[in-house]
């Protein structure tokens, strides 16, 4: 049993990484300044709502007019499109804690339960991969050496349960 939680909670802790990690890249990247010490939090900004975050990232990958106004649109259809899956999850997790905290469901409930949540988190991170490669796409090979080099440096802080950041470009 502890060997089969242990794999379903590495599986949940990848799929946490694949799905989030792509999307969170440049999340809290400013390209000036101190980071917080380790932890400490950042205070929260609007910054993915009224689009500091895509100019920031714009500014930091030089994208020309045209690239921006073509990301610009792939984050829009990708938001559009991961809307139902990110209601499924939010709705499987819900059940998932409902089940755990119920104090009467049996264990057979639970990983049922568990792997409905992994198998949207898996549909998720699939659908993000598919938004990122579509946006690699729309990259210059140095713009993308430097969405990597971006990665790898900020990769450290968003790994979670020690696992890689996200999908590597």
Known sequence: MKRNLRKLGLVAC?????????????????????????????????????????????????????QQAQAQELFKKSRQEHKPLMESLRAERSRLQDLVHSGGADEAA????????AAVQADLAVARAQGAKQFL????????AQLKEFRAKRGERFSRCGGPAGPEF
């Not at 796409?137 to 993308?144: D, V």
Request: glycine share 10%.
């Open 14 to 66: 990848i799929t946490a990484a694949a799905a989030f990690g792509g999307q969170t890249a440049f999340a809290e990247y400013t390209g000036q300044g101190p980071t917080p010490a380790a932890g400490q939090h950042q205070k929260h900004r609007k910054g993915h709502r009224d689009g500091h975050f895509f100019k920031r990232m714009a500014s930091e990958l030089n994208l020309t007019d045209q």
């Open 110 to 117: 639970i990983r049922e339960q568990a792997a409905k949540v």
């Open 137 to 144: 796409a729309l990259l210059t090979p140095k713009q993308a």
